[in-house]
T-cell receptor
Framework: DAGITQSPRHKVTETGTPVTLRCHQT?????MYWYRQDPGHGLRLIHY???????DKGEVSDGYSVSRSKTEDFLLTLESATSSQTSVYFCAISGGQGVETQYFGPGTRLLVL | KQEVTQIPAALSVPEGENLVLNCSFTDSAIYNLQWFRQDPGKGLTSLLLIQSSQREQTSGRLNASLDKSSGRSTLYIAASQPGDSATYLC?????????????FGTGTLLAVQP
């Protein structure tokens, strides 16, 4: 299995509070991605990174920010959590060497009350 | 807007049966299509990747086909086993290059009954 960890694995928070999720990889892969998975919507891309300090928006980026200060870490921040951000969040990585698959972390289950 | 659709949403079959999962996409200008497996409470695991120039890929009991002109892909599972029970998702890369941005279908939940 690709070396990808996510923390925390589960979190309950209240509306209006900031939340930061962490993705850590040991594969030295260039690309990192944050997705959310919701019933009826599949996985949707929030943000992705193509290098240290290089990030771009995905399909559902509103209300989220990201940062990547080191190759191995990609942080997702919910600036002011809302109930609509209750979801399962997945981090993924890929090497950026052309046509290749993505490797996924185990996910973080977030509940916003 | 590119969309990826998977039908049926759920499927139950007896052990040993051969089965086909379907994936359709709205825009035929894709770079590649991938099939993933997701077990309950877990992340996704890549099964097969088909490049736009290919018609099919095989891995063990799995065979994935791609027909760009009709906007369809199928995942064929031979001699199904209870361990094949999982959600199967297809994803399409419409962007190309190293970015590898994927659009996912909503998945088919497969249950293989012993």
């Amino acid at each position: 299995d690709a070396g990808i960890t996510q923390s925390p694995r589960h979190k309950v928070t209240e509306t209006g509070t900031p939340v930061t999720l962490r993705c850590h990889q040991t594969e030295n892969h260039r690309y990192m991605y944050w997705y959310r998975q919701d019933p009826g919507h599949g996985l949707r891309l929030i943000h992705y990174s193509y290098g240290v300090k290089d990030t771009d928006k995905g399909e559902v980026s509103d209300g989220y920010s990201v940062s990547r200060s080191k190759t191995e870490d990609f942080l997702l921040t919910l600036e002011s959590a809302t109930s609509s951000q209750t979801s399962v969040y997945f981090c993924a990585i890929s090497g950026g060497q052309g046509v290749e698959t993505q490797y996924f972390g185990p996910g973080t289950r977030l509940l916003v009350l | 807007k590119q969309e990826v659709t998977q039908i049926p949403a759920a499927l139950s079959v007896p052990e040993g049966e051969n089965l086909v999962l379907n994936c359709s996409f709205t825009d035929s200008a894709i770079y590649n299509l991938q099939w993933f497996r997701q077990d309950p409470g877990k992340g996704l695991t890549s099964l097969l990747l088909i490049q736009s120039s290919q018609r099919e890929q095989t891995s063990g009991r799995l065979n994935a086909s791609l027909d760009k002109s009709s906007g369809r892909s199928t995942l064929y599972i031979a001699a199904s086993q209870p361990g094949d029970s999982a959600t199967y998702l297809c994803a399409v890369d419409y962007y190309g290059g190293a970015t590898n941005k994927l659009i996912f279908g909503t998945g088919t939940l497969l249950a293989v009954q012993p």
